[in-house]
């Protein structure tokens, strides 16, 4: 089970879909001591993966010693990251406190489309730098790439440019209108070009080593089964069932893009929101409706339950509206 905490609002950059709408640090975020016994309640609710993320996770002063508990505890620690400020001596301090992968975003590899996009001068050059470094220190990292209209072209190349960095792994983030993503939800992918895209990164991955994984475009299970392939992946949309996140203020909701507040961990601890709240056990049902009621690949896929909120009047059990292949059946 996978967990992600956005550690702080903070953030060095402003980026266009940005569903935290991080910039500056919010109000009562978490304290350190609040932080740690909210690890301490993940870890008792059985999650394994702790990811940590922002805003910018590494502007928390206290960030290594947030990641040295967590470890003791038994979690393994990951980032999501714009990755400019892991320099050489963040990286190993990094994985000596436990951290064992960092996810870095880059969206391009032209460099004035990613820093374009990220509102943020340098911030392609920085996020390589930091790949370069984490490569450096023997601590694993990944790319994460943003998938757009405007960037849907280059996706094989980026997985070339991740290969021959050294990267772990390739995921592809699916945009999904939330925060400040709303504004540009023309850009995001519809179900023609979200089926071919989701294709070629499948038949992508049967030509390299490291990992390609499509975040928030479940139907990759589907395809990757008509394809004839193996994935390591159990199920496509896991908000509610083995996933959720939890805000810099402590607010526990589905998953990134479902805008609910289940809970908050001030008053009520983690592992009893993550147990008893009604809106996860819904989720757990799997009780979709429309095409993603009646698909075969209803357990295995899902489908994205916070598209399907965003396009249904925050109904998260109705269809999700990008799929072509239950669009096909009608």
Same mark, same amino acid.
């Given at each position: 089970?996978?967990?992600?905490?956005?550690?702080?609002?903070?953030?060095?950059?402003?980026?266009?879909?940005?569903?935290?709408?991080?910039?500056?640090?919010?109000?009562? %975020?978490?304290?350190?001591?609040?932080?740690?016994?909210?690890?301490?309640?993940?870890?008792?609710?059985?999650?394994?993966?702790?990811?940590?993320?922002?805003?910018?996770?590494?502007?928390?002063?206290?960030?290594?010693?947030?990641? %040295?508990?967590?470890?003791?505890?038994?979690?393994?620690?990951?980032?999501?990251?714009?990755?400019?400020?892991?320099?050489?001596?963040?990286?190993?301090?990094?994985?000596?406190?436990?951290?064992?992968?960092?996810?870095?975003?880059?969206?391009?590899?032209?460099?004035?489309?990613?820093?374009?996009?990220?509102?943020?001068?340098?911030?392609?050059?920085?996020?390589?730098?930091?790949?370069?470094?984490?490569? *450096?220190?023997?601590?694993?990292?990944?790319?994460?790439?943003?998938?757009?209209?405007?960037?849907?072209?280059?996706? %094989?190349?980026?997985?070339?440019?991740?290969?021959?960095?050294?990267?772990?792994?390739?995921?592809?983030?699916?945009?999904?209108?939330?925060?400040?993503?709303?504004?540009?939800?023309?850009?995001?992918?519809?179900?023609?070009?979200? %089926?071919?895209?989701?294709?070629?990164?499948?038949?992508?991955?049967?030509?390299?080593?490291?990992?390609?994984?499509?975040?928030?475009?479940?139907?990759?299970? $589907?395809?990757?089964?008509?394809?004839?392939?193996?994935?390591?992946?159990?199920?496509?949309?896991?908000?509610?069932?083995?996933?959720?996140?939890?805000?810099?203020?402590?607010?526990?909701?589905?998953?990134?893009?479902?805008?609910?507040?289940?809970?908050?961990? $001030?008053?009520?601890?983690?592992?009893?929101?993550?147990?008893?709240?009604?809106?996860?056990?819904?989720?757990?049902?799997?009780?979709?409706?429309?095409?993603?009621?009646?698909?075969?690949?209803?357990?295995?896929?899902?489908?994205?339950?916070?598209? *399907?909120?965003?396009?249904?009047?925050?109904?998260?059990?109705?269809?999700?509206?990008?799929?072509?292949?239950?669009?096909?059946?009608?």
């Amino acid at each position: 089970m996978i967990v992600s905490w956005n550690t702080t609002n903070a953030c060095n950059m402003y980026c266009k879909h940005c569903y935290r709408d991080a910039g500056c640090k919010a109000e009562e %975020e978490l304290s350190t001591a609040e932080a740690k016994t909210l690890l301490e309640q993940i870890a008792r609710a059985g999650f394994k993966i702790m990811i940590f993320s922002g805003g910018e996770p590494l502007l928390r002063a206290d960030i290594l010693a947030l990641v %040295e508990h967590a470890t003791k505890l038994g979690l393994r620690s990951v980032f999501g990251t714009n990755g400019t400020l892991i320099t050489l001596e963040m990286a190993h301090a990094l994985k000596k406190a436990g951290a064992m992968g960092m996810g870095i975003s880059l969206d391009s590899l032209d460099k004035d489309k990613h820093d374009e996009f990220r509102s943020f001068a340098g911030a392609w050059e920085g996020a390589v730098r930091g790949m370069r470094n984490c490569h *450096a220190a023997g601590l694993p990292f990944q790319i994460h790439t943003t998938v757009m209209e405007w960037n849907q072209s280059e996706l %094989e190349a980026m997985t070339d440019f991740a290969v021959s960095e050294g990267a772990v792994a390739h995921h592809f983030f699916f945009l999904v209108p939330t925060g400040r993503a709303e504004s540009i939800e023309a850009e995001s992918l519809r179900a023609e070009a979200y %089926e071919d895209v989701l294709t070629r990164i499948m038949k992508k991955q049967q030509q390299v080593d490291i990992e390609l994984k499509p975040t928030c475009a479940p139907q990759f299970m $589907r395809i990757a089964d008509q394809l004839g392939m193996r994935t390591r992946f159990h199920r496509g949309c896991l908000a509610g069932t083995s996933y959720c996140i939890i805000s810099p203020r402590g607010k526990v909701q589905p998953c990134a893009y479902l805008n609910m507040e289940l809970g908050d961990v $001030r008053q009520t601890p983690f592992d009893e929101i993550w147990k008893n709240n009604e809106v996860l056990q819904k989720l757990r049902t799997l009780d979709y409706e429309g095409g993603c009621g009646s698909c075969g690949y209803k357990k295995s896929c899902g489908g994205c339950r916070a598209r *399907a909120a965003f396009y249904h009047e925050g109904n998260y059990m109705a269809e999700e509206p990008w799929c072509l292949y239950h669009g096909r059946r009608g």
